[in-house]
Each structure stands twice: as C-alpha cells, then as structure tokens.
C-alpha cells in the first residue's frame, strides 16, 4: 500500500476538467472579468468534483500582501532578458525591494501557473514580458496588482504601463538599409507571439514598396531547438530570400546557426540583421550589423515604473526608449542567385 499522500488538486486540474483556460477559472473564483453562465457553470462543477481549494486568487489577492517585485521573462539564459532582469534588480535594490524571478517560457499557461505562484506569496507589483495575449493577466490587475510590461506589451491589455524599445524606428532603419543595398525576398524570425513587431514588419516592407510576403515570417519560442528549426525551415523553403532580420540574439544565434550548416554564406549568400546587440555578435564573422536595445535600462525604468504606480494612482502609460542600427559586416548588396535559388 503507497504511503505517498495524494497530489494537491491545482487550478489546471479544474480548467483542463471544465474544458476552459486557467485565466477563465482564475475570473470565475476571483469574481471578477466576465464569464457566461454556462462556463461558470462547469467551472464550479469542476471545482466541486475536484474538492479543488483555492488558497491564492482565493485569499491572497484580498489579504495585505507583504512587498516585493516579481519578474516574469520568456528565457533567463537569453541575454537579453539577462540584462533586463539586471536593469530590474538595480532598481528594486535602490528601492529596498526583493525580487522574485519566474520563466514562462513564452507559455500563457506557464504564465498564468506563474502569476498565480506570485500572488501566493504576496508579491504586491510585478514586471513582466508578457507570453502571448493579456488574457491571463485580467483577474490579478482587475484584484488590485500593480503590473508593468517590458519589452512587448499583451494586444488585450492596453491600459497596463509598458517600458518599449522603439522597434518601429529601429525596424525601419534595418529595412531602409536592406531595401538600399536592392534586397527584395526579406525574411523575419519571430520571437512566438511578438505579433506587434510582425505588423510593424510587414507595414514597412509595404512602405517602402517592397513585397509584404507573410510566408517570409517564422516564429520560433523561447528555446535554441525551436529557433534553429524556424530558422532552418526558413532557409530551406524559401531558397528566394536574399535577407534574414532576427528579433532576437537567440534568434540570430540560430540564424547564423542554421546558415553554417547549409553551407550558405553571410553576407554572400544571404544578409542577416539582428535585434539585440551582445557581446558575440561583434565577434562573430563575419560581425554582425544589429539593432541595439538599450534592456538593462528597460528594465530599470520598469523597475521605477511599478514602484511608482504602486505608491500612487496615475493613468497608465508607455515608456519608449531609443534604439540603434550598428552597421558592421553581415549585409552585402544582393546577389542574382544564390544556392537553389
């Protein structure tokens, strides 16, 4: 006879049995956002089945919570979020505050088991790079946390405060400088979910004349095997492309990656410009033109945003800071072919 002790009934357990989404139970239990009365319905069955004991959106969002500064990011390795989570640190320490880290990788059901960590432990503010849409994020803000966005804000949730680079100035001067040196197939990896930097993309290419082909977009999660197969795929099915713009240093990592084992050349064979300047990629060779984010002051200014927000009501806004187009030696002026092409 086992002697372990049954495992706790969670708030995945109640949505997976309702057939709904964890931020649909989490409104049906907080009482707050809405819900027909059919889902409500099988939630509570759900709920009732499952002997299922809410003890975080339950209690804890109604209790005085205790302080501190969670953080939520797709990929701590990622050096990006790297720095930003230092940026953030920075600023809750001037403060006096602690921080609590968590990865969702890319994950709006992660995300959501995230928040739903935090508020158990009673984090009043939270800082994150939001996975996906804002759906997950309506019953906390709708209870009263103070959340800021860095780095991308969730489509759904407009109101909430946001520190942005200004990727749509940044985009533009990397496409202006591609589109200059006669590239016409222009290929985006995506970071999954960054659908804002994809319109601003495909926009753009528009703009500037230039043919907005929705095949010449992949999207990749938060992980090396998934951006080296959306980067490979990319190469492989679409032979015509002459020029990859990475959102991201993974991303780039996986590009440069991907090219290598193809036995395509950059920039002979194909162009490439990266989001997110690092160290490496001025010592890659070639040396790779980037667009630099400034992340570690992203995150410090989200630092100051959620502590500020916290102490004081004010209408939400949106921080944007600068970004730069560093030119070295990953672009060349397009070539008439190149290998399958």
């Given at each position: 006879?086992?002697?372990?002790?049954?495992?706790?009934?969670?708030?995945?357990?109640?949505?997976?049995?309702?057939?709904?989404?964890v931020a649909t139970v989490s409104r049906v239990l907080s009482g707050t956002g809405s819900a027909s009365p059919e889902t409500r319905e099988r939630v509570l069955a759900a709920v009732a089945a499952l002997d299922y004991r809410p003890s975080?959106?339950?209690?804890?969002?109604?209790?005085?919570?205790?302080?501190?500064?969670?953080?939520?990011?797709?990929?701590?390795?990622?050096?990006?979020?790297?720095?930003?989570?230092?940026?953030?640190?920075?600023?809750?320490?001037?403060?006096?505050?602690?921080?609590?880290?968590?990865?969702?990788?890319?994950?709006?059901?992660?995300?959501?088991?995230?928040?739903?960590?935090?508020?158990?432990?009673?984090?009043?503010?939270?800082?994150?790079?939001?996975?996906?849409?804002?759906?997950?994020?309506?019953?906390?803000?709708?209870?009263?946390?103070?959340?800021?966005?860095?780095?991308?804000?969730?489509?759904?949730?407009?109101?909430?405060?946001?520190?942005?680079?200004?990727?749509?100035?940044?985009?533009?001067?990397?496409?202006?400088?591609?589109?200059?040196?006669?590239?016409?197939?222009?290929?985006?990896?995506?970071?999954?979910?960054?659908?804002?930097?994809?319109?601003?993309?495909?926009?753009?290419?528009?703009?500037?004349?230039?043919?907005?082909?929705?095949?010449?977009?992949?999207?990749?999660?938060?992980?090396?095997?998934?951006?080296?197969?959306?980067?490979?795929?990319?190469?492989?099915?679409?032979?015509?492309?002459?020029?990859?713009?990475?959102?991201?240093?993974?991303?780039?990592?996986?590009?440069?990656?991907?090219?290598?084992?193809?036995?395509?050349?950059?920039?002979?064979?194909?162009?490439?410009?990266?989001?997110?300047?690092?160290?490496?990629?001025?010592?890659?060779?070639?040396?790779?033109?980037?667009?630099?984010?400034?992340?570690?002051?992203?995150?410090?200014?989200?630092?100051?945003?959620?502590?500020?927000?916290?102490?004081?009501?004010?209408?939400?806004?949106?921080?944007?800071?600068?970004?730069?187009?560093?030119?070295?030696?990953?672009?060349?002026?397009?070539?008439?072919?190149?290998?399958?092409?």
């Open positions: 006879m086992s002697t372990n002790s049954p495992r706790r009934v969670t708030i995945r357990d109640v949505a997976e049995a309702a057939g709904v989404g975080a959106l339950g209690r804890n969002l109604r209790r005085q919570r205790s302080g501190g500064i969670g953080l939520l990011v797709p990929d701590i390795t990622d050096l990006f979020y790297a720095r930003l989570a230092d940026g953030v640190m920075a600023g809750a320490r001037e403060a006096g505050e602690p921080v609590i880290i968590g990865v969702t990788g890319d994950d709006p059901e992660r995300e959501a088991d995230r928040i739903g960590a935090l508020v158990e432990q009673s984090v009043e503010r939270v800082i994150a790079v939001p996975a996906g849409d804002g759906e997950s994020w309506a019953p906390a803000i709708r209870a009263g946390l103070t959340v800021v966005f860095a780095g991308r804000r969730g489509p759904d949730e407009p109101a909430v405060p946001a520190v942005l680079a200004d990727d749509r100035t940044g985009m533009r001067t990397a496409l202006e400088y591609l589109a200059g040196l006669g590239h016409r197939r222009i290929a985006f990896l995506a970071r999954y979910g960054d659908r804002r930097r994809v319109r601003t993309f495909l926009d753009t290419l528009a703009a500037l004349g230039v043919t907005a082909d929705e095949d010449l977009v992949a999207y990749a999660r938060a992980s090396r095997d998934s951006a080296y197969a959306a980067a490979a795929g990319l190469f492989q099915h679409r032979p015509d492309l002459t020029a990859l713009l990475a959102g991201g240093n993974l991303l780039g990592e996986a590009a440069v990656l991907a090219a290598r084992e193809l036995d395509l050349r950059i920039p002979r064979d194909v162009s490439l410009i990266m989001f997110d300047d690092v160290p490496w990629a001025e010592l890659c060779s070639p040396p790779l033109t980037v667009i630099a984010e400034p992340a570690r002051d992203m995150g410090y200014r989200a630092a100051e945003l959620v502590l500020r927000e916290g102490r004081r009501a004010r209408e939400p806004r949106v921080v944007t800071l600068p970004t730069e187009l560093i030119v070295r030696a990953s672009c060349a002026p397009r070539r008439r072919t190149r290998p399958g092409g």
